[in-house]
């Protein structure tokens, strides 16, 4: 059974980090991309970053979204079969719902490209 869990969430205070993690289960990150996703109140769902292996063993972020850029970093740890997503320097706009999914197809910053999504996990910035 294909699950994705995220944790990591929480309320802290802009220019504070957190790290998000998306555990997945019932496949290998060997052959799918994971893409973070967030939606805050009353805005529209915004892809910010995908991670694949396009050889099979080495992880390459495939884009950032340029709200997160620079800020952001994803990556995958192979023994926990899990995807991480560090921010730093957090902002009030940082402020939504981050979701992972699986990319089906491709890494991209459309959800049609995924096809099985995490609970969502709530990222609050707020002094």
């Known amino acids: 059974q294909v699950q994705l869990v995220e944790s990591g969430g929480g309320l802290v205070q802009p220019g504070d980090s957190l790290r998000l993690s998306c555990a997945a289960s019932?496949?290998?990150?060997?052959?799918?991309?994971i893409g973070w996703f967030r939606q805050a109140p009353g805005k529209e769902r915004e892809g910010i970053s995908c991670?694949?292996?396009?050889?099979?063993?080495?992880?390459?972020?495939?884009y950032y979204a340029d709200s997160v850029k620079g800020r952001f970093t994803i990556s995958g740890d192979n023994a926990r079969n899990t995807v991480y997503l560090q921010m730093k320097s957090l902002k009030p706009e940082d402020t939504a719902v981050y979701y992972c999914?699986?990319?089906?197809?491709?890494?991209?910053?459309?959800?049609?490209?995924?096809?099985?999504w995490g609970q969502g996990n709530q990222v609050t910035v707020s002094s």
């Open positions: 999914a699986r990319a089906f197809s491709r890494c991209s910053g459309y959800g049609s490209d995924y096809d099985y």
């Open positions: 991670i694949s292996k396009r050889d099979g063993s080495t992880y390459y972020a495939e």
């Open positions: 019932g496949f290998t990150l060997d052959y799918y991309g």
